[in-house]
């Protein structure tokens, strides 16, 4: 840090009240949002009042320093980047202040999140309307930044047309109210002395001298959002000072609030989708919809789902015929309105040569939107593994040109030898594509800049807009005088003057742009470490520098509900302890220009320190970033020939402990509840608050080895005698037996020593890892040769034997072979047609495993529950937030708890009496056990009940 920018840090610090950082790790996390552009702030600030707001601003305006409001920093235009000062408002102000049902309106903070004032109003049968598909993240601040719209703005408009009024802030700190302008009122706020006065002086004289330019200056459509929205200055619209900012990219003020309207949100909801032999035919059907009862119009392409079918597989049967597909959303006051509605579409769809279903389930309709909703991030990976990036991310045209500019727009890709998949507003004629532009190659700026110069010129000549929902940010604010006049050009100028007249807010964007192909994050910042990593990394051809250009930015991670990832984030609420900030200090770190320590940073592994290993954003993330597996990678090479933290030794090696344990565990166990016990935890790194499980009198593996076998000539298959299950929690594994043995199978134990490696492989250990899990291949391949199912009762286990095996020892000919033989204990049970089931546990909640969720799928699970209980309820997503050693190592167990009060212990302390609380994850049982009164079971003990055997 220069002495300039200390001062600067310095001089902030000793005014605001709320977070001032320029340390490397916030720096790294904040220097790019979801576009290709990567700039490193001065520093970041969190204001906690609008006062805190002020101050900063009046700091930077006394230093002549730039400054950016940012939200989620979801954009893909590079509009939420830059070198300037951040205000961060995702952490404090981030409140819905009031709502007026009768009025229809809300009043909120920037930094509010769309799912949190949606779930408000619909308290009063309202919602928001303009609905990004980033909208469980996205702030109001940053939708009003960016004129964001979403899926449902063929109903109910861009976000322009659902805002009354704004309180903003100029750069010199000056605050005020802006919204419609009488013309008494204009003529009042022009005679002020002040600089509100000189602000309204200089947009009625903008407006006065451009009126003719205005009126005939932008295109006709319903997606035009590049440029500044300068016709709300016209006086038949008002004087509209609010709807004229919206749009602006933080270029002009910054938001402290906003008064925004709200529309009723339909009762019901029903969901056609028609199905195309490709997307120009989606595309020209459209004009011959419009005139239906539909409240979206949505358009994706067989690439979409099919990207989202190889990790989840099952939606692409889930659509009708074809290679592309349009979602037409229909509402009513009850389900039976919205199904009319609905048929309406499908009714019409013979006439228009398209298949066509009718869905009314919401869970089915959940389903289908969330390949739409994920498609930003499905995009950036094509089918044969090669990365496709933003740039020429939104444009829109007027809905009956759709056909004909997206058939030009594949021609002009085929000519530049780019893929892109396309999927987008299709009612609105808005395409969003991802293309596979050659970052990494040397010609990669020639070949952006000429391909998007083309796209613009082609957009426009179909009377298009650059931007159709993201903003221009710095991708098209270059491009923008090919669509507006140079008189248009001109009077944007001045309206940025008009607020910001020594240009420092969000500078160089949309008026005297930054070039569109200069600081493009993957050119000025190329690895300067090896990037092969140690992991196979299969999804990235091992390498790591492609892994960490895996995250793009658009932060599902940062959702605060459903799924699993990002249960640290949630915790914490700081960008570094999501997916998206690991990711982006990786790549810092592989860059070497903020993060300088290499693979000794401290920045990197504080920041994975607070990472679960959950694997949950290896699933719910769109692009499937792998952090837990990326983690175990740094750890290995930040320890390498380094002492490691206690519970490394302590934890890491957990099975060898418990071998020695087992030997006497009536003593070990007096000595982890003595008063030595605190001395046990500091040595082994053990958090103080937590209890450590006892281990069990008699192991699984002695249990089987002294029992009376019941099937000696039955089908034979091998029961996995993980670690957790054999040492500490026997009764799941000899339940499993009993189960088994009853459906006639001959069950046998590998022999012993046979352990995964997870303990060690989860902290970084590989070497040993990869020891033990060949020890235990020596073992299994007698049984793998001869195609015995080897089952699973501990996910986290299964999962590393399925999944995680290939990346500790990909070229051992026995691992794919092992792949194939692993089941869940569902997995193989529900193999069985039919189930000699005697008697049902009438209600059960159900915590899933996250490592289950990531790696081997629930459903299986689900259909034995629905086999052996009446009623199953499932734990909405979430994490337990003991993860292995994670909630038990020093330092967590805040964290640890404040995970699992997310969703698993509301739910469980919510449960109706006599629920029955099924977790078979170990970690999970404890961290339920610990913290609430519920004794957890396994699903192998739920249907042995059910079965009426038992393991005893």
């Given at each position: 840090m220069t002495t300039t920018e200390s001062s600067l840090w310095e001089a902030l610090r000793a005014v605001v009240v709320g977070e001032v950082a320029a340390d490397a790790a916030t720096l790294a996390t904040h220097s790019t949002d979801a576009s290709n552009y990567r700039h490193i702030p001065l520093a970041v600030v969190r204001p906690r009042s609008a006062d805190d707001v002020l101050a900063a601003l009046r700091v930077c305006a006394e230093r002549g320093v730039a400054v950016l409001p940012r939200g989620a920093a979801t954009s893909i235009g590079g509009q939420a980047t830059n070198e300037a000062v951040i205000l961060d408002f995702t952490c404090h102000l981030n409140r819905v202040v009031r709502i007026d049902p009768a009025s229809r309106t809300a009043r909120v903070e920037p930094g509010v999140v769309l799912d949190a004032l949606r779930a408000e109003a619909a308290r009063y049968g309202l919602t928001f309307g303009p609905d990004p598909s980033t909208h469980?993240?996205?702030?109001?601040?940053?939708?009003?930044?960016?004129?964001?719209?979403?899926?449902?703005?063929?109903?109910?408009?861009?976000?322009?047309?659902?805002?009354?009024?704004?309180?903003?802030?100029?750069?010199?700190?000056?605050?005020?109210?802006?919204?419609?302008?009488?013309?008494?009122?204009?003529?009042?706020?022009?005679?002020?002395?002040?600089?509100?006065?000189?602000?309204?002086?200089?947009?009625?004289?903008?407006?006065?001298?451009?009126?003719?330019?205005?009126?005939?200056?932008?295109?006709?459509?319903?997606?035009?959002?590049?440029?500044?929205?300068?016709?709300?200055?016209?006086?038949?619209?008002?004087?509209?000072?609010?709807?004229?900012?919206?749009?602006?990219?933080?270029?002009?003020?910054?938001?402290?609030?906003?008064?925004?309207?709200?529309?009723?949100?339909?009762?019901?909801?029903?969901?056609?989708?028609?199905?195309?032999?490709?997307?120009?035919?989606?595309?020209?059907?459209?004009?011959?919809?419009?005139?239906?009862?539909?409240?979206?119009?949505?358009?994706?392409?067989?690439?979409?789902?099919?990207?989202?079918?190889?990790?989840?597989?099952?939606?692409?049967?889930?659509?009708?015929?074809?290679?592309?597909?349009?979602?037409?959303?229909?509402?009513?006051?009850?389900?039976?309105?919205?199904?009319?509605?609905?048929?309406?579409?499908?009714?019409?769809?013979?006439?228009?040569?398209?298949?066509?279903?009718?869905?009314?389930?919401?869970?089915?309709?959940?389903?289908?939107?969330?390949?739409?909703?994920e498609g930003a991030g499905l995009a950036t990976r094509l089918a044969d593994g090669s990365e496709a990036w933003s740039g020429w991310e939104d444009a829109a045209v007027p809905p009956e040109q759709l056909g004909s500019y997206l058939r030009e727009f594949e021609t002009l890709l085929d000519e530049h030898g780019r893929t892109g998949v396309v999927y987008g507003h299709f009612g609105d004629g808005c395409l969003h594509v991802r293309i596979d532009f050659p970052f990494t190659a040397s010609e990669a700026r020639e070949q952006y800049r000429v391909f998007l110069t083309e796209a613009a010129e082609l957009v426009v000549a179909h009377g298009g807009s650059l931007s159709g929902e993201h903003g221009d940010?710095?991708?098209?604010?270059?491009?923008?005088?090919?669509?507006?006049?140079?008189?248009?050009?001109?009077?944007?100028?001045?309206?940025?003057?008009?607020?910001?007249?020594?240009?420092?807010?969000?500078?160089?964007?949309?008026?005297?742009?930054?070039?569109?192909?200069?600081?493009?994050?993957?050119?000025?910042?190329?690895?300067?470490l090896p990037t092969r990593a140690e992991l196979a990394l299969h999804a990235d051809s091992g390498d790591l520098a492609a892994a960490s250009r895996r995250c793009v930015g658009v932060g599902e991670c940062l959702s605060s509900s459903g799924g699993v990832m990002c249960p640290s984030y949630r915790a914490t609420r700081q960008e570094q302890h999501s997916t998206r900030g690991r990711a982006r200090l990786l790549f810092e770190m592989l860059a070497g220009q903020v993060v300088t320590r290499g693979w000794r940073s401290p920045e990197v592994r504080e920041a994975l320190d607070l990472c679960l290993g959950c694997k949950g954003c290896k699933t719910d993330c769109p692009v499937g970033v792998d952090m837990a597996t990326y983690k175990a990678e740094f750890l290995s090479r930040f320890y390498r020939r380094r002492l490691r933290p206690a519970a490394h030794y302590a934890m890491g090696a957990l099975p060898r402990w418990l071998s020695i344990g087992s030997a006497a565990p009536r003593l070990a166990n007096a000595l982890t509840r003595s008063r030595l016990s605190g001395a046990l935890k500091r040595v082994g790194g053990i958090a103080r608050e937590r209890e450590i499980p006892e281990l069990a009198d008699t192991t699984f593996r002695q249990w089987f080895a002294t029992r009376q076998r019941q099937v000696a000539d039955g089908t034979p298959v091998v029961l996995w005698p993980d670690t957790f299950t054999n040492h500490f929690d026997p009764k799941p594994g000899r339940d499993a037996v009993a189960v088994l043995e009853s459906l006639g199978y001959s069950v046998h134990l590998p022999e012993t020593g046979a352990c995964c490696g997870l303990t060690w492989y989860s902290t970084g250990q590989l070497g040993t890892a990869r020891r033990v899990l060949r020890r235990s291949l020596d073992v299994l391949h007698p049984w793998l040769q001869q195609g015995v199912p080897v089952i699973g009762l501990e996910p986290s286990c299964t999962a590393l034997l399925r999944a995680d095996a290939a990346e500790l020892l990909p070229d051992d000919d026995r691992v794919p072979l092992l792949a194939d033989s692993v089941r869940s204990f569902a997995e193989q049970v529900g193999r069985v047609p039919e189930l000699p089931v005697i008697s049902r546990e009438r209600r059960v909640l159900t915590q899933v495993h996250c490592h289950q969720h990531a790696d081997l799928g629930f459903d299986a699970d689900h259909a034995l529950l629905a086999r052996v209980v009446e009623d199953i309820d499932v734990v909405d997503g979430g994490c337990c937030g003991l993860a292995g050693n994670f909630g038990f190592e020093r330092g967590h167990y805040d964290v640890s708890v404040a995970c699992a009060e997310q969703q698993l212990l509301p739910a469980v302390r919510a449960a109706q009496h006599g629920t029955a609380v099924n977790a078979d994850g170990f970690s999970c049982r404890t961290q339920i056990r610990q913290l609430s009164d519920s004794e957890p079971v396994h699903l192998a003990t739920l249907t042995a009940r059910a079965l009426g055997v038992s393991g005893t």
């Open positions: 469980s993240r996205c702030t109001l601040g940053g939708m009003i930044g960016n004129n964001a719209c979403g899926s449902h703005s063929v109903a109910w408009g861009k976000t322009v047309d659902n805002v009354r009024s704004l309180e903003i802030a100029l750069h010199d700190g000056t605050r005020l109210e802006v919204g419609r302008t009488s013309p008494a009122e204009l003529e009042r706020l022009c005679a002020r002395t002040d600089a509100v006065g000189e602000l309204y002086r200089a947009l009625r004289s903008l407006r006065d001298r451009y009126l003719a330019d205005i009126r005939t200056g932008f295109p006709v459509l319903p997606r035009r959002v590049s440029g500044y929205n300068l016709e709300f200055l016209l006086p038949e619209n008002g004087f509209d000072v609010a709807k004229a900012l919206v749009g602006s990219e933080g270029t002009c003020a910054v938001v402290l609030s906003a008064t925004v309207d709200l529309v009723a949100a339909p009762a019901a909801r029903a969901l056609a989708v028609l199905g195309f032999p490709d997307c120009v035919a989606a595309a020209e059907a459209v004009p011959a919809l419009l005139d239906l009862p539909a409240i979206t119009v949505e358009g994706i392409d067989v690439r979409l789902v099919d990207a989202l079918d190889a990790r989840r597989p099952g939606r692409r049967a889930e659509l009708p015929g074809g290679t592309a597909w349009l979602y037409l959303e229909t509402g009513g006051g009850t389900p039976a309105e919205a199904e009319n509605a609905a048929r309406q579409v499908v009714d019409r769809a013979p006439e228009l040569g398209a298949s066509a279903r009718l869905v009314v389930e919401p869970a089915d309709q959940r389903a289908l939107w969330r390949i739409r909703e940010g710095q991708a098209r604010g270059e491009l923008l005088p090919l669509m507006f006049s140079t008189r248009m050009m001109e009077a944007f100028r001045d309206f940025k003057a008009a607020f910001d007249p020594e240009g420092r807010m969000n500078p160089s964007r949309l008026v005297d742009p930054a070039p569109l192909d200069a600081d493009l994050r993957v050119v000025v910042a190329p690895p300067t």
